[in-house]
């Protein structure tokens, strides 16, 4: 929320932070996506892409914190700018034009969390390649790319690093069980799939093993892409925006790095056993038991 309602829209007031907060709350409003699609339009506005006249006055430049909690209040109740902004920044750009989609941070639809992936390739991958867009809890890769947890990887390296493709399959994997289990995911920050084996065990009845859990992982993700196939989504969807690909890291440690996607989802697919398409191949579909 603070990077979402607070950096992203150039804010640094924190009350007004916690009123659009609360807003997004009293709404319903998921706060990552409300707080990347108003900065969406203040790049559009201060583009010219998007007039005052089209946001009812509203001078939307980037660092104004009340057009923050005016066009959030906006959006939850459907009127004004807000109608076009209220389902994320992937529609509103449909509805906008002009090559707006260009500034819609989004994956699949569902709009990036705080992590530029510039700085950290393997957590670029996650999104791309999540069945749910745009997703920072499907595999946090910053894990293992920033904090060292459980191992520290290069941040900086791409298809190359065949080990750091195979960690992220098995966060995905470990990542499906989690979620599967009800369980938030935020306990694996100090447990990993031995202590699931172990809570698991008398909860089911069943004689879990790290590695039959993680096959677990491994069935559940390939049905969420057959069925993400079967939808008509495909390798053009495991896509991260245009900026990412092309528009380097302007300062800091990333500085000139951007993200090449291309051959990292070659190596990803393989791994998984999809096809080219990012599909589950049908040999895939039999190891896992779904054929």
Known sequence: TLWSLGATCGVDDLDMIITAHWLCNRYGLDGISAGSTVAFAMECYERGLISKEDTGGIDLRFGNADAVVEVIELM?????????????????????????????????????????PRGAKGHGLAYATSNRGGCHVRAYMISPEILGVPEPLDRFSGAEDIKK???????????????????????????????????????????????SLLELGDRIWTLERAFNAREGFGRKDDMLPERLL?????????????????????????????DDEGHPTWAKMKEVGLA
């Not at 470990?174 to 698991?200: K, N």
């Open 246 to 274: 092309v528009a380097p890291m302007p300062e800091g440690p990333a500085k000139g790095h951007v993200v090449p996607i291309e051959p990292m989802l070659d190596a990803y697919y393989r791994i998984r056993g999809l």
């Open 76 to 116: 939850g109740r459907g009127e004004g700018i807000g109608a076009i902004l209220q389902d994320g920044s992937r529609a509103a750009a449909e509805k906008i034009g002009k090559g707006s989609e260009k500034f819609s941070m989004t994956v699949k639809g569902l709009e990036m969390p705080a992590y530029d």
């Open 165 to 211: 493709i195979e960690m992220l399959k098995t966060f995905q994997d470990l990542t499906a069980v989690v979620d599967s289990a009800v369980v938030c995911l935020f306990v694996t920050f100090g447990i990993g799939a031995p202590e699931f084996v172990r809570l698991l065990k008398p909860c089911t009845g069943w004689d879990w093993t790290v590695e």
